[in-house]
């Protein structure tokens, strides 16, 4: 499956995806307390150029990526601007391309195995406390693997449909999806417990 | 343990297929994915703890940056997004949907699931989702309620239908509905 990592190599690729994941939370937990239109069109121009500095082409693609706020953003300088105070708007519509543009950033620039091994770092301290962590990297690689064929056997089951029926497929196919996942569970729990369980390495 | 792993690993999966098959409506052509139908159906088939960890699971792999939100999105910026509020109340809500299924054995599964489903997977959701709006578009709760409510009558149609599947699937694999086991 595709992550939603940039093709582009960049210098941030090489940052510690501990260090980007603390600046950016730091980052959007700040831009919420600014309230300055001002200070916000800053921090859009500040963000603007973080992708800048890898070239033009990546700014582009980190405005394509924030494709699904636009709608939000429409929505909120419509309602201000009929409410008769377009400055709130605007600085609501900027804080959250911000904030997005910030967070896309480590999306665009962390490989999915680095931020993996972050989250069963951050994990570690719990196996102190008795509670097992392999079973988590285990369940990560489990849905990575099969949300893919899961979604195959779903497309499978709404093909059979279309061929069998004139109308669309709709909330019958929820049940068969549901039963062919449980079932590919129960599989694989059991060949996992042939091969030793979690015990082994993945 | 590697059973209990699996299933929650597979109804993470499930949530995101439901959320990624194209073209599935629900009817009266309301655009709207099956993935709350995804999170109702981890608390009322696996029960409160499994379910919630099924959707934390699904969260943490879109934190992480796979498309596997509704439409292909997935990554950090959905968390600094007007829709964060959602995501938070995923869990929460498949936490309270199984609860419920769990906490009301005298009830026949079917109500005992549409239950569940209305109340975790609309009542805790919204409240979760409309305060998310709330912060973000720096707007009233209740004019962060108006915005959301074009969903509603979806998401009543998802609760129904989640309580059926779950009383289905009872039946067709008794084993696997864990809030009842």
Same mark, same amino acid.
């Given at each position: 499956?595709?992550?939603?990592?940039?093709? $582009?190599?960049?210098?941030? %690729?090489?940052?510690?995806?501990?260090?980007?994941?603390?600046?950016?939370?730091?980052?959007?937990? @700040?831009?919420?307390?600014?309230?300055?239109?001002?200070?916000?069109?800053?921090?859009?121009?500040?963000?603007?150029?973080?992708?800048?500095?890898?070239?033009?082409?990546? @700014?582009?693609?980190?405005?394509?990526?924030?494709?699904?706020?636009?709608?939000?953003?429409?929505?909120?300088?419509?309602? %201000?601007?009929?409410?008769?105070?377009?400055?709130?708007?605007?600085?609501?519509?900027?804080?959250?391309?911000?904030?997005?543009?910030?967070?896309?950033?480590?999306?665009?620039?962390?490989?999915?195995?680095?931020? $993996?091994?972050?989250?069963?770092?951050?994990?570690?301290? @719990?196996?102190?406390?008795?509670?097992?962590?392999?079973?988590?990297?285990?369940?990560?690689?489990?849905?990575?693997?099969?949300?893919?064929? @899961?979604?195959?056997?779903?497309?499978?089951?709404?093909?059979?449909?279309?061929?069998?029926?004139?109308?669309?497929?709709?909330?019958?196919?929820?049940?068969?999806?549901?039963?062919?996942?449980?079932?590919?569970?129960?599989?694989?729990?059991?060949?996992?417990?042939?091969?030793?369980?979690?015990?082994?390495?993945? | 343990?590697?059973?209990?792993?699996?299933?929650?690993?597979?109804?993470?999966?499930?949530? =995101?297929?439901?959320?990624?098959?194209?073209?599935?409506?629900?009817?009266?052509?309301?655009? +709207?994915?099956?993935?709350?139908?995804?999170?109702?159906?981890?608390?009322?088939?696996?029960?409160?703890?499994?379910?919630?960890?099924?959707?934390?699971?699904?969260?943490? #792999?879109? =934190? *992480?940056? #796979?498309?596997?939100?509704?439409?292909?999105?997935?990554?950090?910026?959905? &968390?600094?997004?007007?829709?964060?509020?959602? #995501?938070?109340?995923?869990?929460?809500?498949?936490?309270?949907?199984?609860?419920?299924?769990?906490?009301?054995?005298?009830?026949?599964?079917?109500?005992?699931?549409?239950?569940?489903? &209305?109340?975790?997977?609309?009542?805790? #959701?919204?409240? &979760?989702? +409309?305060?998310?709006?709330?912060?973000?578009?720096?707007? /009233?709760?209740?004019?962060?309620?108006?915005?959301? /409510?074009? &969903? +509603?009558?979806?998401?009543?149609?998802? =609760?129904?239908?989640?309580?059926?599947?779950?009383?289905? *699937?009872?039946?067709?694999?008794? =084993?696997?509905?864990?809030?009842?086991?």
């Amino acid at each position: 499956m595709l992550a939603l990592t940039s093709s $582009t190599r960049t210098a941030y %690729h090489r940052w510690p995806a501990s260090l980007k994941l603390a600046l950016v939370s730091g980052g959007v937990f @700040l831009l919420y307390l600014i309230e300055s239109p001002v200070l916000l069109l800053a921090a859009v121009v500040g963000v603007a150029l973080a992708y800048l500095v890898v070239g033009w082409r990546f @700014l582009v693609e980190g405005v394509r990526f924030l494709r699904p706020l636009w709608v939000f953003v429409a929505i909120v300088l419509v309602w %201000h601007l009929i409410a008769g105070d377009p400055v709130t708007g605007v600085a609501v519509a900027l804080r959250l391309v911000a904030a997005v543009g910030l967070a896309n950033l480590v999306t665009m620039t962390t490989r999915l195995d680095d931020l $993996t091994d972050l989250v069963l770092w951050l994990l570690s301290p @719990l196996e102190r406390l008795g509670i097992r962590t392999a079973p988590i990297g285990y369940a990560m690689a489990l849905v990575v693997r099969f949300t893919p064929v @899961l979604l195959g056997k779903a497309g499978t089951l709404i093909e059979s449909w279309r061929a069998r029926s004139a109308r669309r497929p709709g909330w019958q196919l929820v049940m068969p999806i549901t039963v062919t996942a449980i079932d590919d569970a129960e599989q694989v729990a059991e060949a996992l417990r042939a091969r030793g369980g979690f015990d082994t390495q993945p | 343990m590697e059973r209990n792993t699996v299933l929650i690993a597979l109804f993470a999966a499930l949530i =995101a297929v439901l959320g990624l098959i194209p073209k599935i409506t629900l009817g009266f052509g309301v655009p +709207i994915t099956a993935q709350s139908l995804g999170v109702m159906l981890c608390g009322t088939v696996l029960g409160a703890r499994r379910g919630s960890l099924a959707v934390l699971l699904f969260l943490l #792999l879109v =934190a *992480l940056g #796979l498309p596997l939100l509704a439409g292909g999105r997935g990554g950090l910026g959905l &968390f600094a997004s007007p829709t964060v509020g959602f #995501l938070v109340g995923f869990p929460v809500a498949a936490f309270v949907a199984g609860l419920i299924v769990e906490k009301t054995p005298r009830l026949a599964l079917l109500p005992a699931s549409i239950l569940g489903a &209305f109340v975790g997977g609309i009542g805790v #959701l919204y409240l &979760f989702g +409309i305060a998310g709006m709330a912060i973000t578009l720096d707007k /009233s709760f209740p004019e962060a309620a108006l915005l959301v /409510s074009p &969903f +509603i009558p979806g998401d009543l149609i998802k =609760a129904a239908l989640a309580g059926f599947v779950t009383a289905a *699937l009872a039946k067709a694999r008794p =084993a696997s509905v864990l809030s009842r086991a």
